[in-house]
């Protein structure tokens, strides 16, 4: 596993021996069965994750109804909003698959910083990357339908529209499961988008 | 203006005098008169601001409807979501109101991140500050209602209801400027959250 880790960065920067030892290390990596709860609303969010296998989402519980806020998947980070704060966490995270992710706390990070300070670069350009994506996605959040969202989602993402369950699709699109079957029955009957199989 | 600048960043790293020097170079700072537009959709976004002083917005026009995306003031970079990419920009900045900023090209930063190494540090704490702030926008815009959202943004952004006019705010809530006025409505009925007077 400490390959694809290794694989993934030497993308962004020239990895040296000993830092690729370093990366190589066991403790970092976990392994999580489907269904593992990450995080819980409530609780301090002491680690983030970097995925290497599988998909995380994030949700909340609002007047008694599951919200998806977001779903990770293969060489994405997953940073609770809390991490490393004083405040609780607002939300949750649960593994929708089998996943396996690198594990850190901000202390780990920060050694690993000092020890390696080339990983600045990486961050900084991970970072960047991240923020990019975000903007993008509020961007076009904001002034998108539904209908449009879901064709997007299809596009950008389609492997994801398998994976998960419609409920969550639905929720993280910001509509009721019904209208996100009436959604995809309009684009099926246009013949365009790629509909997936039905798992809610 | 440049020690407006050197002030900002000594928050986060010390600043040497050279580099003092070289962050307070003129050509770097720019004054927009309220109405300027800094880039419009189908124009190459080759240029990143950082403001400090005024408003800037960006917009999209979508079937002829003017749809806010997001609002900057003091202190926050405005980075054009095509941000020295090939394709043409998607949507429009303006200045909302006199507005002062430090304006730079890709080449540029990469010139003076060579030359100042140290402000690496700096650049991944602001991309890690912006990210999180992203995160946490997307994922409350996800989950709430316009009328959370207008509460939120009274809270958090106290300053911008009565800067911007209220069809802005507005599209940036999501809804149409009659629903804003009904929530700002029920707002002020109930006593609660702080109503902007009207400039719509």
Known sequence: MGNELVEFLSRYIPISDDLAIALSKASMYRDFPKGSVLLREGEPATRGYFLLKGCVRSYVLKDGDDR???FFIEEEPVIPLEYGKLRLSSHFLECVEETVAVVS???QEERMLAE???LK???LTMAEIMSEKLRECLARYRISTPEERYREL???RPGLLQRV???QIASYLGVKPESLSRIRRRIALRGGGKAAPDRS
Do not use: F, K, W
């Open 105 to 107: 706390t901000p202390d």
């Open 121 to 123: 670069s990486v961050c």
């Open 68 to 70: 998806t806020i977001d």
């Open 165 to 167: 369950p419609q409920y």
């Open 116 to 118: 390696y300070p080339q």
């Open 154 to 156: 299809a596009e950008r």
